[in-house]
Nanobody
């Protein structure tokens, strides 16, 4: 089992940047594939990006490709989301998610694939 805590959200102007962090408890972080999702009221939770447990494989939603970058530091039990060129439509609560996986290069993009979720961090992009 793993507990996830996100941080780094805030208010930023369009075109600006933020870096979100997701710190995980436990000693088996390297066994988990990780992802970021986001949620806006009135909409379903939306996939943003996923990474394999070794960080070597990533997959981005088209809406964030080339603007967002996921990375992980397994020694620090932390996954990051660097968000550049932010747009008002990126405004949402961002959640990190984790699931145990067998394959070193496997990743998952559906909410139902993830067993563990953080509490979320608000990102607001003003125009």
């Amino acid at each position: 089992q793993v507990a996830l805590v996100e941080s780094g959200g805030g208010l930023v102007q369009a075109g600006g940047s933020l870096r979100l962090s997701c710190a995980a408890s436990g000693r088996t972080f390297s066994m988990y594939a990780m992802a970021w999702f986001r949620h806006t009221p009135g909409k379903e939770r939306e996939f943003v990006v996923a990474t394999s447990k070794d960080g070597g494989t990533t997959y981005y939603a088209d809406s964030v490709k080339s603007r967002f970058t996921i990375s992980r530091d397994n020694a620090k039990n932390t996954v990051y989301l660097q968000m550049n060129s932010l747009r008002p439509e990126d405004t949402a609560v961002y959640y990190c998610a984790a699931t145990i996986t067998g394959g070193s290069n496997w990743y998952y993009i559906r909410t139902n694939d993830y067993a563990y979720w953080g509490q979320g961090t608000q990102v607001t992009v003003s125009s």
